[in-house]
Structure formats: C-alpha cells, structure tokens
C-alpha cells in the first residue's frame, strides 16, 4: 500500500521518457507508445487519489537523498490526486477522440513529434498538479509552454503558424512576469519551498515587513498565470490558436493546459502565500473584475462568430472568466465553485471540440455554420454529444454546468455583505442568457434538415471518436449527478491544502 | 349522436381550429387604395418616385461619407488610442516595479532573508553530501536534480518544436526533395564555398575547442563549469566546423542518426540513473553508488554521469538549431 506513494514520480518519469523514445519511433509507434503512457498514468493516478483519500493525509515525496528546504520534493493529498486523475483522463480521451482527423490533419513523418508533445504535456501538467517546489512548477510550465506551441503549430498551415507565434508571444510574457514574481518572493523569503515560503509570509505579514515586494509579486504571478490560461483582457491569442490547430490540440489547449495553470495558481494561493492573505488583499479585485468582464465579451464575441470552432474559443474566454470570477470572490466557497467549474468546464469544452471535429468532417472538412446544416443527421452521436455539451455550457440541471452555476451563485450569496454578490448574480443570469442564445443558434444549425448534401462528404464509422464522446458525455452526466460526493473531494482536498 | 353546431365557424375553437390549419379566410374590407382614378395613381406614382430618389442621393452621400470612415479616421483614432494606453500600462508597471525594488532587502547585508539555513547547509555540508567540489554542480545535479530534469527537457521539447517548424516540407511532403536541392544550393551563395584562412584556422582550433569542452563537462564537479557549458563549447565548435567544411564532410561523423542517437541516450539516461537515485533517497534505501573521494575525477556519485548527459544533449541542440536554422534539414 505505501509503494503507491511512488506512483506520482514514476508517473511522471514514465511519461517523459517514453516521450524522448517517442521522437525516433515512426508514427504508428509512437501513438501506442503515447497512449500506453498515458493509459499507465491514469491508473497510476487513480490509485494515487485512492490511496490519499483512504489515508486521509497529504504526504510529502523526497526526490532525491536530500529532505526540503534542501532538496526537491513533491507533494500529494486528496485535490492532487483527483486532479490528476481528471487530466489523464481528459488527456487519454481527447487523443483518442480525434486520432483520425489528426492522421488528416498532420503528415505521417511529423506525427510522432505530436506525441511527443503529448506525452511532455501530460507529464508537465501532473507535475504542475504534484509539485511542492515553486521552481520546479516554473520549470515545467516552460515545458507546458513549448509543447503548447507545437500544438498548434503542428498543423503546418500558415494560420497556425501566425497564431502560435501570437501564443508564444503573450505566453512568454506571462513566463517573465512569473519569473520576476518567483525572483522577488525568493528575495524576500530564501527559500523555494511551499511550505517554508508560507512560514516565512505568515512571520513577515504580521511583523510588517516587506508588505509591497508581496503585494506585487502576487499581482504578477496572478497576472503572468492569468495571460496563460486566457483570461479576458489578455486572450487575444486564444480565438486564432483554438480555431486553426487540429481538433485534439484545441481540446488539450482547452481543457488541460490552460486548466493546469489555474490549478497551479489556485496551489499557489493556497500553499505559498496563504489564502488568508491572499482574501485580504486587493489583488482578488482584479481577478474578480477580469472575470466579470470576461464573462459578458466572450459570449458577446462568440455570438457574432460564423465559424462553430471560433465560437466555441469565444465561450471559452467566458467560461475562464467564471473561473476567475469564483476566485476574485474571495471566500472558501467561491474556491470550491471555481475548483469544480474547472472540472466541468474542461470536460464540457474537450466534448464540443472533438464533437465539432466530428460535426466538420462529415460536412466537407469545414466548420462554418453554412456548411454545417444538419451536420448531426449524419453524425449522430457527434451531433448528440454536441447537444450535451452545449447544454452543459449553458447550464441545464443533470449537466455539470448547471451544478457549477449554482455553486457559483450560492458562494456569491453566501456572502451578502460583500458588493460582490449583487454584480455575481446579475452576471450569472445575463452571462447563461447570452450563452443561450449562441449556443442554440449552434444547435438548431447542426440539426436543420437539409435535403442537399454538400458536396465530398466523408461518411466513415469512427469508433474510436464514437467511445470518447460517449465517455465523455457520461462523464459530464455523472459530474451533473454526483455532484455531492465530488464537491465534497475538493472541499476535502481544499482543507489538506493549508 | 351529437349534430354539428351550426354556427361552428363562428365560435372560438373553430376560429382557433382555422388559425391552427391556416384556413382563416381573408377578409376584405373596402379601401379607398381601390377607387383611385388614374390621374391620382400617377401622381402617387411620381410622387413615390422622387421620394425614393431623394432617398437614394441622401443614402449614396451617407455612404460616400462613412463608407471609408473606419479606414481612414476610426482605424487610426483606435491604434493612437491604443498606443497611449499601452504606454501608460507599461510606466505605471514600470514605476509600481521600482518602487518595489526600494522595498526590497539591500543587496550584501549579511542579515537578508536568502542567506538562510538553506544556503549555508550548501556552502557547509554540500562536499560532504554530495561529493563534488563544485558547489555549484552539487546544488543543480544532486539537491535539485528533479529541476534540471525539466530544464533539460526544456532543451529537447525546443529542439522537437524547431524540428516541426522548420523541417522542410512541411505540409507538403512530395516537393522535399526538390526543396532540398534548392536549400543545398543556396546554402553558399553569399559566402565563398572553401575559404582557405577559415580551414586552416579551423583545423587548429577545433580540437582545442573539443577537448576544452570535454575537460569542461568532465571536471564539472571539481572546478567551475558543467555540462551545460562544456556542452555549448562543444556545440559551438561543432557550429565552427561546419562553417568552414560544409555539409559534406561533417556528415561524415555528424548526420540525423548521430544526434538523435545522442541526445536520447543523454536523456535516458538522465531518467534513468536519477530514477534509481530518487527512488532509492525516498524509500530510505540504502544507494550501491558511492560518492568517492572530493578531489578526484571519479567521485562525487551520479553527478559526472549527469554532466555528461547533459553535455551531450546541450551540445546536439545547439548543433541542430544552427542546422535546421541553416538548410531545413540534417
């Protein structure tokens, strides 16, 4: 039973190494070697979030011969392991969701690198997710930030080439303010260690001490943290890239990398600067505002998009800025709210990409709406996929979107002293008003009866496309469900975190 | 057995059943449009005709008016809008950030935060635990290995990422070939083909740069340098070489094969041999590597190990950028 507390580290070896081996291995080879990897560390991480759950305690993993603040260590409770269990099973279904379009999409001699890729994304973010060491969470967001790059760029067109360097651009300054926030914090506390900087901040907030180098690298890292998971005013790379990358790229950029990040930003409120300052402080204002805003120009932008691709880009500036707006509340629920939103967002959004992609190839390989009437009457389970997921979006009860909203409204009213709650729920309303009305334009599109097919149309089984979103769907449905047991994880986890 | 109501049609449900079939009967009502005598329908007529005349000269001056409108004033009044608020962004940044700076611990006093107990178990015990006189190379390769784990697979997730970009052909696999040719003969046109001087020079130098960068990776724990310098000298009189001999004869010992070879075998065994060494400081097993004397060439553990793996894959990234950089391909 303690040998499980190896897994997260083998896990995350495993997967770099077979993704080295993956660079010199056709691409056939590559896939498996991709998939196995991935398939090890969904069952590697499902026995570690069993084995914290049963020991009730978060444990702390030495690497190397050397214990902290002098070494590297990484760190495990209840929130990791769920985590990462969630990311390598959003990981594993998004690859193979669309494998097929990705053999289209990308030529047969290039195609391992994508694996590459995937298999260095996959152990980045787990190790963003395990990490208890603020250089080793900087080091691999580089990582995350590269392979993010690739991603997209992997596609080989010149649209995908403008918006990877539009990503790399915004990315790497998100990376720069990330770094100078973790200089100054380094600066004023000596040491690299959640735990000792959290020490040394308590010791330093109550003596008064460098109270303005703490507030500014919080800004920064919120900032730098912000712009790479897409955050209103800075998602300008974000439309371009989710739109011309290949299918499983936009659900992985989507649904994981940018994910990862708040994940990390969230640890790092919790575990390096502590949440009580963190709620004390101005900064979550901002977070707050940014949300706010990002929740009605999103949805204002997705509706005016004639590409079903872009439009969902667009919701995904929305639903990030939920996100964000449950963080800018600054109580433990609006936590918990953003924590499970997170969850159904990624599944939700993995879910309309691939099915999109699904949606786009029986329509001759193109997503525009004219091209895609009644596109699910020849991919039904696409079609039905894109139903759930839109619905989900939008919020209707048995979809996780609905439990999301209202965590989100009962954190907001929990608090009524605070301006917050009154501007919170009147953007709810007229933020699922507007998701309404966008998404079901998508749908009465996709499901218009037309009597003339267009022209070179695919008609395929894709079986493996098929069990993604199938999985997918019943995942959003038992998300929607079982909300309790599953909120009541990350209120567990949230509490190890301290 | 019940008869039908005679008036039916006039009661609700059948006003309602009508409506629902779309059966409701026009009603016609009279209209005074209908008794019109043809002297007022072309008055009408004429009258309609100069409305929508001046209807269009108004529209046509409109859109003459602000057809251009956001080319030539809207587009522009945004961008100087823009600039200002961008330059105002980045002084209030800048300002915020040196204000910070005065906030912060003076730089040298012997009470600032960093010189902790973390600093001084490195400076104190580090030759003792990690059996390498570099402090330097102990820190990087045995404290914080996992660290250098990732950053070395920073290097190669670049190297993969500049492979994708700009490995000829991408997108378009049947016209490399020609692509090739086209690249190899471009390679040397600004630029003579065998510059005797460069030759010369370079056959003196380039062993003296291989064997510096060696002696830089393989004492690496005893004296400054390491794997990530030693390795970028290596890198760089690989680079060197090149230039001066071309392609052809630096594929002699240097091609695709060689630098994947490499810098996989590098990597791997990084994983590899810091694997066993994690795995067994975790578990509190007891570790068979043993540290050696400080002092001599073989000691310090897995560190002269790890120098020359990252050596190895710091020295074929460089080379494959300036390559794929070069001519698109190995």
Redesign the interface.
């Known amino acids: 039973m303690d040998f499980i507390?190896?897994f997260p580290?083998?896990g995350i070896?495993f997967c770099?190494?077979s993704g080295?081996?993956n660079?010199?291995l056709p691409g056939k080879w590559a896939k498996r070697v991709s998939l196995t990897a991935i398939t090890a560390n969904l069952a590697a991480s499902v026995c570690v979030a069993y084995y914290t759950i049963k020991t009730n305690v978060s444990t702390v993993?030495?690497?190397?011969?050397?214990p902290a603040?002098?070494?590297?260590e990484i760190r495990f409770g209840i929130l990791e392991g769920c985590f990462a269990t969630f990311f390598c099973i959003i990981m594993l279904l998004s690859v193979l969701g669309g494998i097929k379009r990705l053999e289209e999409d990308i030529?047969?001699?290039?195609s391992n690198?994508f694996y590459?890729?995937v298999n260095?994304i996959l152990a980045a973010a787990l190790?963003l997710v395990y990490t208890n060491?603020l250089?080793?969470g900087y080091?691999?967001i580089?990582?995350m930030t590269?392979?993010a790059?690739?991603l997209i760029?992997?596609?080989?067109?010149g649209r995908s080439?403008v918006a990877s360097v539009k990503y790399m651009i915004m990315s790497l300054i998100g990376s720069g303010l990330i770094l100078?926030s973790l200089s100054?914090i380094?600066?004023?506390?000596?040491?690299l260690l959640m735990s000792n900087i959290q020490e040394?901040i308590h010791v330093m907030v109550e003596n008064g001490q460098?109270?303005?180098?703490l507030t500014?690298s919080i800004a920064l890292i919120s900032v730098g943290l912000a712009m790479k998971s897409a955050l209103f005013p800075f998602h300008s790379w974000l439309p371009d890239a989710y739109t011309y990358a290949t299918s499983t790229s936009s659900a992985i950029l989507s649904s994981l990398i940018s994910k990862a990040y708040i994940f990390l930003l969230i640890k790092i409120y919790y575990r390096v600067i502590g949440i009580d300052i963190i709620f004390s402080n101005k900064m979550i204002n901002l977070m707050f505002a940014f949300g706010i805003l990002g929740m009605i120009i999103g949805s204002l932008r997705a509706i005016y998009q004639d590409d079903l691709k872009r439009m969902i880009a667009y919701s995904s500036v929305a639903q990030i800025g939920y996100i964000y707006m449950g963080i800018g509340l600054g109580t433990h629920a609006g936590m918990m709210a953003a924590l499970f939103h997170i969850m159904s967002h990624s599944i939700s959004k993995a879910m309309l990409f691939i099915a999109a992609s699904g949606l786009s190839t029986v329509s001759g390989r193109s997503c525009k709406y004219t091209h895609l009437q009644g596109s699910a009457h020849r991919n039904k389970v696409a079609g039905i996929a894109f139903l759930v997921g839109a619905l989900s979006m939008i919020g209707l009860p048995l979809t996780g979107g609905f439990i999301s909203k209202v965590y989100f409204a009962q954190a907001a009213i929990n608090d009524p002293s605070s301006w917050k709650m009154i501007i919170t729920v009147i953007t709810l309303a007229i933020s699922t008003l507007l998701n309404a009305v966008y998404f079901m334009r998508a749908i009465i599109c996709i499901y218009q009866p037309v009597k003339k097919l267009p022209k070179n149309i695919v008609r395929r089984k894709d079986y493996r496309m098929t069990f993604a979103l199938l999985a997918f769907i019943v995942a959003n449905i038992v998300l929607g469900v079982k909300s309790d047991a599953i909120v009541q994880l990350i209120t567990f986890g949230l509490g190890m975190f301290n | 057995m019940s008869k039908p109501r005679e008036n039916y049609n006039e009661s609700v449900w059948g006003k309602f059943n009508r409506w629902l079939h779309g059966l409701s009967p026009i009603e016609y009502k009279s209209s005074r449009q209908w008794h019109y005598t043809d002297e007022e329908l072309r008055e009408k007529f004429e009258a309609d005709i100069a409305r929508a005349h001046a209807a269009q000269q108004k529209e046509k001056r409109l859109y003459a008016k602000y057809r251009y409108w956001p080319d030539k004033k809207g587009v522009p009044l945004y961008e100087k809008i823009y600039r200002v608020i961008a330059v105002l962004v980045c002084i209030a940044v800048i300002i915020?950030?040196l204000?910070?700076v005065a906030?912060?611990?003076i730089v040298g006093q012997y009470d600032?935060?960093?010189?902790?107990?973390?600093?001084q178990?490195?400076i104190e015990q580090g030759i003792q635990?990690t059996g390498a006189v570099n402090i330097v190379s102990g820190m990087i390769l045995?404290?914080?290995?996992?660290?250098t784990?990732?950053?070395s697979?920073?290097l190669?997730?670049?190297a993969?990422?500049v492979?994708?970009?700009l490995?000829l052909?991408?997108?378009k696999?049947k016209e490399i070939e020609e692509e090739k040719a086209r690249e190899a003969e471009n390679d040397r046109n600004f630029e003579p083909a065998n510059d005797s001087i460069l030759q010369m020079i370079t056959r003196i130098l380039v062993p003296i740069i291989f064997i510096f960068g060696v002696y830089v990776i393989l004492f690496g724990h005893l004296g400054p340098g390491g794997g990530f310098s030693g390795g970028a000298i290596i890198g760089a009189g690989l680079i060197l070489y090149l230039e001066a001999f071309g392609f052809e004869k630096i594929e002699k010992f240097f091609t695709l094969k060689t630098y994947?070879a490499i810098s996989?075998t590098g990597?791997?065994c990084y994983?590899?041999s810091k694997?066993y060494?994690?795995?067994?400081?975790?578990?509190g097993i007891h570790?068979i590597i043993p540290l050696g004397t400080p002092g001599h060439i073989l000691s310090s553990g897995l560190i002269l190990v790890l120098n020359i793996c990252v050596g190895a894959v710091v020295a074929c990234t460089m080379y494959g950028f300036y390559v794929l950089f070069r001519k698109g391909d190995f």
């Open positions: 507390r190896n580290f083998f070896f770099m190494s080295v081996i660079s010199i993993f030495i690497m190397g011969h050397h603040p002098w070494g590297n030529s047969e001699k290039r690198l590459v890729m260095l190790a060491d250089f080793t080091v691999f580089e990582i590269i392979g790059c690739g760029v992997i596609r080989g067109e080439l100078i100054i380094y600066d004023i506390t000596g040491h040394t460098y109270l303005n180098p500014t | 915020s950030l204000i910070m906030h912060l611990p600032n935060p960093v010189n902790n107990e973390v600093s178990r490195y635990e045995d404290y914080r290995a996992f660290d784990f990732g950053e697979h920073v190669f997730i670049a993969s990422v492979f994708i970009i490995r052909g991408i997108g696999e994947r996989i990597l791997l994983a590899i694997a060494s994690f795995y067994t400081g975790a578990n570790s």
